[in-house]
């Protein structure tokens, strides 16, 4: 079982990226996705949760309207845009697999809002 | 929102230390919490889930009680490599909540 993560870097205030996080080693469609994220030196706050067939998606407060989760079953893949970035979203982004509830993580990919 | 507040926010300790961590939830979350351990540059290890069930390959000398509002992990005689962060994280509803953390450093 297995999440590798691609994506992040620098961007400037108000920009876009788009995390990607492929899984193997496991049936992805049966499964819900998560992104979690850790601002430097901050603790975890959970950002989204997408389904098994990417029906049903929820947000945190901070992230909602500008960020959305998605997932390609077909690609074994789940995806966070984000958009409308601000300073406060630069943090360390983790895919995880919903299983108890966080039972698989990506290895993280640092994402930098700054001019 | 569910708010989880964690206690201490820091813990120092020595090898062979029994210590324990709680966690408290702002309203009723049942079994529906989870620990984590977490090491500097790393992603975190899930340790225990619905409050009690150690996962599979985490040594038994943690372990976590409560349920409801109020939450403790123990680890009854700390190991070297037990010197992390550790997270309680409520998986009541779909808003994944996680306290604000709890860094375990060597007395």
């Known amino acids: 079982v297995q999440l590798v993560q691609s994506g992040g870097g620098l961007v400037q205030p108000g920009g876009s990226l788009r995390l990607s996080c492929a899984a193997s080693g496991f049936t992805f469609s049966s499964y819900w996705m998560s992104w979690v994220r850790q601002a430097p030196g901050k603790g975890l706050e959970w950002v989204a949760n997408?389904?098994?067939?990417?029906?049903?998606?929820f947000y945190v407060d901070s992230v909602k309207g500008r960020f959305t989760i998605s997932r390609d079953n077909a690609q074994n893949s789940v995806f966070l845009q984000l958009n409308s970035l601000r300073d406060e979203d630069t943090a360390v982004y983790y895919c995880?697999?919903?299983?108890?509830?966080?039972?698989?993580w990506g290895q993280g990919t640092l994402v930098t809002v700054s001019s | 929102d569910i708010q989880m507040t964690q206690s201490p926010s820091t813990l120092s300790a020595s090898v062979g230390d029994r210590v324990t961590i709680t966690c408290r939830a702002s309203q009723s979350i049942s079994i529906w919490l989870a620990w984590y351990q977490q090491k500097s540059g790393k992603a975190p290890n899930l340790l225990i889930y619905?409050?009690?069930t150690l996962q599979s390959g985490v040594p038994s000398r943690f372990s976590g009680s409560g349920s409801g509002t109020e939450f403790t992990l123990t680890i009854s005689s700390l190991q070297p490599d037990d010197f992390a962060t550790y997270y309680c994280?409520?998986?009541?509803?779909?808003?994944?909540?996680f306290g604000q953390g709890t860094k375990l450093d060597l007395k």
């Open positions: 995880a697999r919903v299983v108890a509830p966080f039972d698989t």
């Open positions: 619905e409050a009690s």
């Open positions: 994280q409520q998986y009541s509803d779909h808003s994944y909540t």
């Open positions: 997408i389904n098994a067939d990417g029906t049903k998606k």
